[in-house]
């Protein structure tokens, strides 16, 4: 059974960083790909970055320049710097991993960003 936990969100001020990161278990976490995704209050979930088994990185086009997505496949991990954060990237953030015919899914971190 796919195991996803998320950590490291918290309330930070405009400008600021935080690096989330997310721990897999249950999978042979190497040979698929991942993303995160963030959903703001009244807003769908959207996709924030993806990163294929071979490291290839994807971006949405406003998070470009301030947050690098990377994985750890020795330690089953996949991580998001985030820095020049602003308010309209306040959401709870998800990780999920995309095996052969479902995705699994993280129960999400809070972030906040506000002064």
């Not at 950590?7 to 001020?13: A, D, I, N, T």
């Not at 990185?57 to 998070?63: K, M």
């Amino acid at each position: 059974q796919v195991q996803l936990v998320e950590s490291g969100g918290g309330l930070v001020q405009p400008g600021g960083s935080l690096r989330l990161s997310c721990a897999a278990s249950g999978i042979i976490f190497s040979i698929y790909g991942m993303a995160w995704y963030r959903q703001a209050p009244g807003k769908q979930r959207e996709m924030v970055a993806s990163i294929r088994s071979d490291g290839t990185a994807a971006y949405r086009d406003s998070v470009k320049g301030r947050f690098i997505i990377s994985r750890d496949n020795a330690n089953n991990t996949m991580n998001l710097q985030m820095v020049s954060l602003k308010p309209e990237d306040t959401a709870v953030y998800y990780c999920a991993i995309f095996t052969t015919g479902r995705t699994s899914w993280g129960q999400g971190t809070q972030v906040t960003v506000s002064s």
